[in-house]
């Protein structure tokens, strides 16, 4: 009895192989592994933040949610009030137009704002704390809109409560938009919320 006991092994260890059980063989042909530094810098990109400036965090789009990174934009000494935001609005939104670096493509960031567009002050009725874009909110796209309500709110161009008061150049009175972490996680599905405010 004992001797067949130990001819079976060999069958039971050639049965086990056979139904996959082995675990020293490891498949090597899934491809490359994924990129660890997606959606991340290694170091800060001194690259964008070359000009003195006021510093600041604009929001960029990266596999499909809002990130942010370091910039500085320009904002003359003696600026205050309504042309002290303006001036910070529009070197915020030059930021976001700009084409990322080489470092940030590498790591998968990209924009959706278009260059051209500009910011203006508010229009007598408008809150003192609007802003006029050059494009309607509701023709931007809605990872560019995204975008720029999230970096607005979160500067000194708007009141720092998360959320920023933007117009177009029409007639249309403007919207309060906030960026809410659904927006910031899904800027493509979840547009900000946006409700009408009193003329100030």
């Known amino acids: 009895m004992t001797v067949r006991r130990w001819a079976a092994v060999p069958v039971l260890a050639v049965l086990l192989a056979g139904c996959g059980i082995r675990a020293t063989e490891v498949p090597t042909d899934f491809g490359p592994a994924p990129s660890r530094v997606q959606c991340s810098l290694a170091e800060p990109d001194v690259s964008k933040q070359a000009a003195r400036g006021l510093p600041v965090q604009v929001f960029l789009l990266c596999r499909s949610s809002l990130v942010t990174v370091d910039?500085?934009?320009?904002?003359?000494?003696?600026?205050a009030g309504s042309e002290r935001r303006v001036l910070v609005a529009q070197g915020l939104l030059d930021e976001l137009a700009a084409t990322p670096?080489?470092?940030?493509?590498?790591?998968?960031?990209?924009?959706?704002?278009?260059g051209g567009m500009t910011v203006d002050?508010?229009?007598?009725?408008?809150?003192?704390?609007?802003l006029r874009l050059s494009t309607r909110p509701e023709d931007?796209?809605?990872?560019?809109?995204a975008q720029i309500?999230?970096?607005?709110?979160?500067?000194?161009?708007?009141?720092?409560d998360g959320s920023v008061i933007l117009g177009g150049p029409d007639a249309e009175s403007p919207q309060r938009y906030e960026c809410t972490d659904e927006v910031r996680s899904r800027p493509g599905t979840e547009a900000p919320p946006s409700a009408?405010?009193?003329?100030g």
């Open 121 to 130: 002050a508010p229009r007598s009725g408008d809150p003192d704390d609007a």
């Open 140 to 145: 931007l796209t809605s990872y560019a809109l």
């Open 101 to 114: 670096s080489a470092a940030e493509k590498e790591a998968g960031y990209t924009t959706d704002v278009r």
């Open 71 to 79: 910039r500085e934009v320009p904002v003359p000494d003696g600026a």
């Open 196 to 199: 009408g405010v009193t003329d």
């Open 149 to 160: 309500v999230c970096t607005f709110s979160d500067s000194a161009a708007a009141e720092g």
